[in-house]
């Protein structure tokens, strides 16, 4: 069975052991669920890897049904929360404001997870402020670096936004 070149990645997917269980991981990547863990093995020659962050044909496809079509993107929210965790655990002597570079990935249920953790966010555009604030961030914990103001620039200083200048010539407009 052929899958959509579509059916994407970027990290690592639950085996499941039943055919519910899959159905019930695969709509964790649906807009309003979250959860998932753990890798898919491989069987592979010795001195390659043991573990794949990639879905087995099966699972897309099974993915896909669930989701009810492509494009599909699906992320392991346990690697997330521990990666977050690790950067929040990061020692500091002075208190430390993680920030999400949101334009690695604006997936809504990623910001609302980073978001649930205290991770702040790093917009590069006014449009990923918007994004960012639709999927419940607060306008404080949004921080602004932009080379290009948006039109909407005053309102959103108006609200909370945080502003990163990257020039002195931005500081001057």
Not at 47 to 56: A, I, K, R
Request: a neutral charge; hydrophobic letters at 40%.
């Amino acid at each position: 069975m052929k899958v959509s070149s579509y059916a994407v990645t970027s990290f690592a997917l639950v085996l499941a052991l039943t055919q519910q269980q899959q159905q019930q991981q695969c709509a964790a990547f649906a807009p309003s669920l979250t959860k998932v863990s753990t890798t898919t093995k491989l069987q592979m020659s010795s001195g390659n890897p043991t573990e794949s962050v990639f879905l087995t044909p099966e699972l897309a496809k099974k993915c896909i049904d669930v989701a009810d079509g492509t494009p599909l993107y699906a992320y392991s929210m346990s690697k997330l929360n521990e990666n977050a965790d690790a950067c929040l655990a990061f020692p500091n002597a002075y208190g430390l404001t993680v920030r999400y570079a949101m334009k690695a990935c604006p997936n809504g249920s990623i910001l609302k997870l980073f978001n649930k953790k205290g991770i702040h966010i790093d917009a590069s555009s006014g449009f990923e402020v918007r994004r960012a604030m639709s999927a419940g961030i607060p306008p404080e914990n949004i921080s602004l670096s932009t080379q290009e103001l948006p039109h909407d620039f005053a309102e959103l200083v108006d609200m909370g936004v945080k502003v990163n200048a990257c020039s002195v010539s931005q500081l001057e407009r």
